[in-house]
Nanobody, 117 residues
């Protein structure tokens, strides 16, 4: 199983970016998917998660600005990021929980998001 992220880049404060993460390989069932981020000197933190049924959860710091969604037919999860702030600068990682009776955790390679002030 491979997760490939795209959509990162450089944006000014107040701008928007949309991240995508596509899962490929031998996939029977994708359960929860999510986005995490890691800034220099900071431990990786949860940004947003979404269950197979569409239930979402957000970090307080992004609530109201970021929206997570998924397309189950494409095995893809998205993160729409609006009103970006310099403190959102980080490497963003996609995670997927995949499996039926036994669950496995997979991570993408990360995509850099840089917000300039």
């Amino acid at each position: 199983v491979q997760l490939v992220e795209s959509g990162g880049g450089l944006v000014q404060a107040g701008g928007s970016l949309r991240l995508s993460c596509a899962a490929s390989g031998s996939i029977r069932s994708i359960n929860a998917m999510g986005w995490y981020r890691e800034a220099p000197g900071v431990r990786r933190e949860l940004v947003a998660t979404i269950t197979a049924g569409g239930k979402t959860n957000y970090a307080d710091s992004v609530q109201g600005r970021f929206t997570i969604s998924r397309d189950n037919a494409k095995n893809t999860v998205y993160l729409q990021m609006n009103s970006l702030k310099p403190e959102d600068t980080a490497v963003y990682y996609c995670k997927a929980i995949i499996g039926v009776s036994i669950m496995y955790q997979y991570w993408g390679q990360g995509t850099q998001v840089t917000v300039s002030s």
